[in-house]
């Protein structure tokens, strides 16, 4: 898990679509209990996550929880997330 953690965190907007794709449609099947239809706009939020939430990786997640949650993570939340990465 931490490797797919590392690689969300590490894409770049440079990064190719076909590598962004595949890290998001692999964090949606690990985090979603239910099956899930994938839905274009997961790239998109992906991409604006790299591009827009910030440079540390507590920056982006922040960003995309904000986003996707319409709140920021609690410090537990945030340090889980974080300790996936490392």
Request: hydrophobic residues 40%; charged residues 30%.
């Amino acid at each position: 898990m931490s490797q797919l953690f590392r690689a969300l965190v590490d894409l770049t907007p440079s990064s190719p679509p076909d590598a962004r794709r595949q890290a998001m449609r692999q964090a949606t099947d690990l985090f979603t209990p239910t099956p899930m239809r994938w839905d274009d706009s997961f790239p998109d939020l992906a991409q604006r996550m790299i591009t827009e939430g910030g440079a540390s990786a507590e920056q982006r997640l922040d960003w995309a929880f904000r986003r996707a949650l319409g709140r920021p993570p609690d410090e537990r939340e945030l340090s889980v997330l974080v300790a996936g990465i490392d």
